[in-house]
């Protein structure tokens, strides 16, 4: 596969469950993204990793839990999540962050929390 | 703290006509990026333009070109010759120069290209 992937493409869950997001790069890039897209709301940068070091969190619950085993791989773990948190969870990429490059986006995980 | 506004939720145009699409932002950063993000129903984001906040020539790509004005902190978006597969939310994003590649989005605006 090329590009920027990610699974599921959707996702069901109730308030209780726990579950994950994978988002997977193919691009030799050291930068990975979670991003929040919800209705009528700009898309909501979630959490940075830059050579798999978390670089940024910006002021998110902690019932999302990001993790980045390495540089091509990053994970979304969500559990007892709220319905206000259904969203499209876009994953993206980049050369490393802080060199001002084009990021990369993958389709989403569509997510709707019952 | 930067802030991205579309002010057009919905556009349309006719197929081979031109649309321009709105964006201001507000910064007191001198240096930075503008970008064109191209959403398609229920397809990948791609980037559409790039504009360097130092560059004054305005940046085009193919049928898409941009208006920026950076005194007015003004960064439109122009289509030429619209194709039904221009059909797409486009969001418009600002990047700080050399702070993490972090992108701060507009609410974007719904384009539909009619035939």
């Known amino acids: 596969e090329t590009g920027v992937t990610q699974t599921p493409r959707h996702l069901v869950m109730g308030m209780t469950n726990k579950k994950s997001l994978k988002c997977e790069q193919h691009l030799g890039h050291n930068a990975m993204y979670w991003y929040k897209q919800s209705a009528k709301k700009p898309l909501e940068l979630m959490f940075v990793y830059n050579f798999k070091e978390q670089t940024e969190n910006n002021s998110v619950p902690s019932r999302f839990s990001p993790e980045c085993p390495n540089s091509s791989h990053l994970f979304l773990h969500l559990h007892t999540l709220q319905p206000e948190d259904s969203a499209l969870y876009l994953c993206a990429s980049s050369l490393a962050a802080g060199t001002n490059n084009e990021q990369f986006f993958g389709p989403g995980t569509r997510l709707t929390v019952l | 703290a930067q802030t991205v506004t579309q002010s057009q939720p919905e556009m349309s145009v006719q197929e081979a006509e031109t649309v321009t699409l709105s964006c201001t932002y507000d910064?007191?950063?001198?240096?930075?990026?503008l970008f064109w993000y191209k959403q398609p129903p229920s397809r990948q984001m791609i980037l559409v333009i790039r504009q360097e906040a130092y560059k004054q020539q305005n940046a085009t790509e193919n049928r898409f070109s941009v208006n920026f004005q950076k005194a007015a902190k003004s960064f439109s978006l122009k289509i030429s010759d619209s194709q039904l597969g221009d059909t797409a939310m486009y969001f418009c994003a600002f990047m700080k120069r050399d702070a993490g590649n972090m992108l701060t989005f507009g609410g974007g605006t719904r384009l539909m290209v009619k035939p």
């Open positions: 910064t007191s950063e001198s240096n930075y990026y």
